[in-house]
């Protein structure tokens, strides 16, 4: 699914999907594994600081000067957004992923993906 930038502006569109994957990682294991693979396809450290909730009015949803994360192009992106039924709220991970029922090009293929 190709959307517009979420949470910033950017010329550039974003390629979107969900997989569902069975492993014998645990979440933190899981975690360091999709960062390896952002790394070697070109991403920079994420920051680890929470993600914050833009403003549903703006087409764009801008984030206030006071925001912790600022969003930004990357080549690659990748979140975990469940886990089982488990939940963890640290620092650097959050199962279930807090915005993901804020993003309609998350939701979409999560709800085909569960058909």
């Known amino acids: 699914m190709e959307t517009e930038p979420w949470g910033f ?6 390629l979107n999907g969900v997989i569902l ?18 790394r070697a396809l070109g991403r920079k450290k994420k920051s680890l600081t929470s993600h914050p909730i833009p403003e549903q009015s703006s ?3 801008s984030l206030s000067p006071l ?4 969003y ?3 080549p690659i992106d990748i979140d975990i957004l469940l886990y089982d039924d488990l939940e963890l709220d640290e ?7 807090p915005l993901m029922h804020q993003r309609d ?10 058909k």
């Open 72 to 74: 930004h192009d990357r």
């Open 67 to 70: 925001t912790p994360r600022e």
């Open 91 to 97: 620092p650097d991970l959050k199962i279930p992923h």
């Open 21 to 38: 994957v069975e492993t014998t990682l645990t979440p933190r294991q899981l975690l360091r594994a999709t960062q390896k693979i952002e």
């Open 105 to 114: 090009f998350v939701m979409i293929p999560l709800q085909e993906l569960t």
């Open 9 to 14: 502006e950017s010329e550039h569109s974003f």
């Open 59 to 61: 087409p764009t949803r």
